[in-house]
């Protein structure tokens, strides 16, 4: 894990960048306060499973009936 400070995290951002891409960690510090962390970006999308609900959702017989006029 490599700390830098803010100063020259804005002056070597291309650089911090090829770091992260090759596995490591950034950590960006404003003086003693360590702020950020850059990190190789991973994609969160759930994995999907198709038909897990199966069996569990129950629609209606009368669900495609029109509904009752209204007056008003």
């Given at each position: 894990m490599t700390i830098v400070q803010m100063?020259?995290?804005?002056?070597?951002?291309s650089r911090l960048i090829k770091e992260v891409?090759?596995?490591?960690?950034?950590v960006i510090a404003?003086?003693?306060w360590k702020i950020a962390k850059l990190v190789p970006y991973t994609s969160a999308e759930p994995t999907r499973r198709?038909?897990?609900l199966k069996?569990?959702?129950?629609?209606a017989?009368?669900?495609?009936a029109p509904l009752p006029e209204r007056s008003f």
């Open positions: 100063h020259e995290a804005k002056a070597q951002l891409t090759g596995g490591e960690e950034v404003r003086g003693n198709p038909g897990f069996g569990k959702v129950k629609i017989a009368d669900f495609d």
